[in-house]
C-alpha cells in the first residue's frame, strides 16, 4: 500500500552507493627530513606494489561465472595471436 508521498517524504535513499566488499589500508609516515614530494612518492609506489587499485578496478563491476570465463577465454586468445 502506497501512502501517496516521495520517497524523499518517506526519508528513504534517493542515491544509494555500493557498500565496499573489503577494506584496505595502507600507511606511511613521514620520515624526518622527508619532503612531501618524496613521500607522496613512496605511498604512490606502496599502493602500486600492494595491488589495491588492481583490486578495486577488477571489483567495480560484478562479473558472473560465465562473463569472467568468456573474458578469460578472450584475453587467453588475444595472448596467443600476439606471443605465439
Known amino acids: 500500500m502506497?501512502?501517496?508521498?516521495?520517497?524523499?517524504?518517506n526519508n528513504w535513499p534517493v542515491h544509494v552507493t555500493r557498500m565496499c566488499w573489503c577494506v584496505m589500508s595502507l600507511q606511511v609516515s613521514i620520515r624526518e627530513g622527508e619532503s612531501q614530494d618524496s613521500l607522496l612518492r613512496r605511498f604512490q609506489r606502496m599502493v602500486q606494489t600492494s595491488g589495491i587499485m588492481r583490486e578495486a578496478k577488477a571489483h567495480r563491476h560484478f562479473l558472473s561465472k560465465g562473463e569472467m570465463a568468456r573474458l578469460k577465454a578472450q584475453k587467453s586468445a588475444r595472448r596467443r595471436r600476439n606471443y605465439g
Open 2 to 9: 502506497t501512502s501517496g508521498r516521495t520517497r524523499a517524504e
